[in-house]
C-alpha cells in the first residue's frame, strides 16, 4: 500500500526555519518525482515545489524561491522541504504528492500544519 | 503562469440530482507531448485531496462511475451523474500542462441543498 507521511510541521517564528519531512513506502520511491504543496486555512491548493526522481532537478513557486529548498534521499524513502526565513503567509497545511509520469497527485500524505507566528 | 478559473464556486445540490463544474485555462493545455494534463481533485472535509481524474477523463481506480471528465483546449467539465451524500467536498481543476507553476482552480465547494 503506498503511503506519504509528512512530519516537521509545528510554530515557527517570522524569519524562523523548519524542515518538514514526507516518508514515503509501498512503492520505488526512487522511480518518482515529487512535490509539495500547501493549503493556508480556508483557502485553496497552492503548488509549492517539485523535485526529479534522482535529486538532478527542482522547481519552485515564485512565492517560496530563494527562502525553501526541496530534497530527497532516495536512500531512506524520504522527501523534505527546507523552510527558511519563514513569513506569516507561509501559513499552511503542507502536503507531498507523488507525481506518476505526468499522471500527477495519484498519492497525497496526511499533509502538517506550519504556523508562523511571533 | 496558465491560470485556471473554475465555475461556480458553491454548487448546491440536490441528492440524486446531477452537477457539473467548469474549468477553463487561460491557454491551451495541449502539451508539446500531444497530452492534455488536466486532473480533477476532492477534497472532503478535513482530508487530503484524493485524484479523482487524470488526463481529462481517465478516472482514478476506486472513483466511483458517477464522476465523469471531459473536454478539450482551454475549456474541461467534471460530471457527477447523481450526487451522493459523500460527494461534499470541494473539487478543484489543476493542470500539469505548463510547468512551472504547476497551477490549481480556485476550488468548488459542493453542498447538498
Partial sequence: EVQLVESGGGLAQPGGSLRL???????????????????????????VSLIYHDGSATDYADSVKGRFTISRDNAKNTLYLQMNSLRAEDTAVYYCARDAGGEWGDYWGQGTLVTVSS | DVVMTQSPLSLPVTLGQPASISCRSSQSLVSSDGNTYLHWFQQ????????????????????????????????????????????????YCMQGSHWPPYTFGQGTKLEIK
Fill in chain 2, 44 to 91: 472532503r472535509p478535513g482530508q487530503s485531496p484524493r485524484r479523482l481524474i487524470y488526463k481529462v477523463s481517465n478516472r482514478d481506480s476506486g472513483v466511483p462511475d458517477r464522476f465523469s471528465g471531459s473536454g478539450s483546449g482551454t475549456d474541461f467539465t467534471l460530471k457527477i451523474s447523481r450526487v451522493e451524500a459523500e460527494d461534499v467536498g470541494v473539487y
Fill in chain 1, 21 to 47: 519531512s514526507c516518508a514515503a513506502s509501498g512503492f520505488t520511491f526512487s522511480g518518482y518525482w515529487m512535490h509539495w504543496v500547501r493549503q493556508a486555512p480556508g483557502k485553496g491548493l497552492v503548488w
